[in-house]
């Protein structure tokens, strides 16, 4: 499990196809790479990864197929800026949300607006995770733990990003049209599960009388 703060940014060092559906990814790093040891979770621009090979700068970790195909981890290249948390320990503050580092999808930047010493950056998610995404609930942009300021009329969503957040990940790195990896509430997934018990089945509303059988007052 993760918070969603980032501890750095690393970069690209190497990009290896062993074989088909498996990628090896070397990082290089300094913050991260600090008590990591073979098999270690590290995040990974929202996507956990299992540390296969680990040195005082850098490390290594290996992307099966699935990942690769859900996540944005396949097209990265060497150069790339990435952002980097290492997993959460019992004993450690969790200062953002709880991040799971399993991708739900894949969204794209729409804007990125400075203004009023803060940046705004909206996404566009895929449709499938549309319901999820609600104003003030919490979501993971490449595994940065940010807070929905808005939902607009076109699906598209907003958060605001504070400076240290910007010079601290890889959002300064970012262009309009790239590709986030997208990671919504659990809370979100498991309060759909329990408003449904067949996951195939037509969804309906979220009713204030559903919260209230879920035990939530309007207090």
């Excluded at 490390?59 to 195909?69: A, D, I, M």
């Excluded at 290249?77 to 999808?105: C, F, I, K, Q, T």
């Excluded at 509303?205 to 035990?215: A, I, N, V």
Aim: net charge negative; proline share 3%; with cysteine.
């Amino acid at each position: 499990m993760f918070t969603g703060l980032i501890e750095e940014v690393g970069h690209v060092r190497r990009v290896d196809k062993v074989r088909t559906g498996l990628q090896r990814l070397g990082v290089e790093a300094r913050v991260v790479t600090d008590g990591l040891q073979l098999g270690d979770s590290v995040n990974i621009n929202g996507a956990c990864q299992t540390v296969v090979q680990v040195g005082t700068d850098r490390f290594s970790v290996e992307s099966v197929s699935e990942t690769l195909q859900r996540t944005t981890l396949g097209s990265l290249r060497v150069g790339d800026p990435v952002n980097l948390e290492r997993a959460l320990r019992a004993s450690d503050r969790l200062g953002g949300h709880m991040v799971l580092g399993h991708v739900d999808g894949v969204g794209h930047l729409r804007r990125l607006d400075e203004g009023s010493g803060q940046w705004t950056l909206a996404v566009e998610p895929p449709t499938e995770l549309r319901r999820y995404v609600a104003e003030k609930g919490s979501i993971a942009i490449d595994g940065i733990s940010l807070t929905v300021a808005q939902v607009l009329a076109d699906e598209v969503f907003t958060v605001a990003i504070i400076p240290h957040t910007f010079n601290h990940t890889h959002l300064s790195h970012a262009a309009i049209g790239d590709p986030v990896n997208l990671e919504v509430d659990v809370v979100a997934r498991y309060v759909e599960r329990l408003l449904t018990s067949d996951p195939n089945a037509p969804r309906k509303r979220l009713e204030l009388e559903d919260l209230r059988r879920l035990g939530y007052s309007e207090d």
